[in-house]
Every structure is written in structure tokens, then in C-alpha cells.
């Protein structure tokens, strides 16, 4: 069984734009995984997948020193939200529904990002759950 939390934050100002800034180059980075994906199959005729884009994280990390600050796993938790957008539009293209191809997000479209292991990772619960210590860039 998973669980999953969600907390409502009062962060500061300096968090404020740290959250912001990290919401920014996740929405880049998923723009930039959908358009791949796209470009491959339309000049290539060849699929993309997840675990080939994840490949490149260390070196978008190393070329894009931006990327280095946020989380190694909230940008792989990116590339898994493209995949689950493809993997959704096939389904429902196999289905016969109207499929929808995964968009771009645009600002504002991008709202949140995940630790998959959040208390190891950068989040820490203090006063017995009531305050949340929350660590974006290691």
C-alpha cells in the first residue's frame, strides 16, 4: 500500500522564491522531455522512453548548473509525470476515447513536484507533525 501526505506550507520569503524557482525547472525540464519525445518520433520515427531520458539527468545536471540545486529524485519524479502523460494518451488511443496528447505547461500549469522518499530526501516533520521542515536544495 502507498501513502501519500500532503501538507499545507507557510513558508518565508527566501522558500517562497526557492519553491518557485524549483516549480520553474521542473516545468522547464518536463517542456523539454515532451519535446523530445515529440521531435524523436516526428524526425526519427522512434519512440523515447522513460528510463533513456532519466539517463540524461546527470548530464543536464553537470551542462545546466541550475539543475544541480534541485533534488536528483523531484527531477526524476518529472521525467516519470511525462512518461505517465504518454502512457495515458495510449491507453486511451487504444481504447477508441479521444486521446488528448500530453501539452506543454505554460506558467501557472506547473504547480507541484514530488520527494518520492520524502523524510530521507527534504522533508522533516517537527512538533509531532505540526511543523514541517522542508529542505528544496541539498
Not at 11 to 33: F, G, H, M, S, W
Not at 45 to 63: A, D, F, H, M, T
Amino acid at each position: 500500500m502507498r501513502k501519500a501526505f500532503k501538507y499545507r506550507l507557510y513558508p518565508t520569503k527566501p522558500q517562497v522564491k526557492d519553491l518557485e524557482r524549483t516549480l520553474e525547472l521542473c516545468r522547464e525540464l518536463y517542456n523539454a522531455a515532451l519535446q523530445e519525445r515529440r521531435d524523436a518520433y516526428k524526425k526519427a520515427g522512434k519512440s523515447v522512453g522513460l528510463y533513456q531520458q532519466k539517463r540524461y539527468l546527470p548530464q543536464i545536471r553537470e551542462e545546466l548548473p541550475q539543475y544541480k540545486r534541485v533534488h536528483s529524485q523531484v527531477l526524476q519524479d518529472v521525467i516519470h509525470r511525462v512518461d505517465k502523460a504518454f502512457q495515458g494518451f495510449f491507453r486511451r488511443v487504444k481504447a477508441g476515447q479521444k486521446a488528448g496528447y500530453p501539452r506543454f505547461k505554460g506558467k501557472g500549469r506547473y504547480d507541484s513536484f514530488t520527494f518520492p522518499q520524502a523524510y530521507e530526501t527534504g522533508v522533516k516533520l517537527q512538533d509531532g507533525g505540526r511543523r514541517v521542515l522542508l529542505k528544496v536544495f541539498p
